[in-house]
């Protein structure tokens, strides 16, 4: 059972940066690709950025990239998610999420974590 514990969530002001992290735990780190993913009130959970389990590839959503920087470090066990620019559209809860095959659609990922909240103000 891997476990992810989420972590960086806080209030930062629209333009301001926000680095989020999700340490993982059980099971083998680099055996997964990863994911973050936001969900907002009343909306569909949606895709932020994907890694392979090397960290040779990324992608991103489309309301995201140029902005957001997926990253990982499978020597901390560690994923990041660097957000710079911040919008006050980014507002949402941040939830990472491992997967055995590298793909943006959530319904594959098989652990995810607890979510952290990123509020942003304009």
């Known amino acids: 059972q891997v476990q992810l514990v989420d972590t960086g969530g806080g209030l930062v002001q629209a333009g301001g940066s926000l680095r989020l992290s999700c340490l993982a735990s059980g099971g083998t780190f680099s055996d997964y690709a990863m994911g973050w993913f936001r969900q907002r009130p009343d909306e569909e959970r949606e895709f932020v950025a994907a890694i392979t389990r090397t960290g040779s590839s990324t992608s991103y959503g489309a309301s995201v990239k140029g902005r957001f920087t997926i990253s990982r470090d499978n020597v901390k066990n560690t994923v990041y998610l660097q957000m710079n620019s911040l919008k006050f559209e980014d507002t949402a809860v941040y939830y990472c999420?491992?997967?055995?095959?590298?793909?943006?659609?959530?319904?594959?990922?098989?652990?995810w974590g607890q979510g952290t909240q990123v509020t942003v103000s304009s």
């Open positions: 999420a491992a997967s055995a095959y590298y793909t943006t659609y959530g319904n594959v990922y098989l652990y």
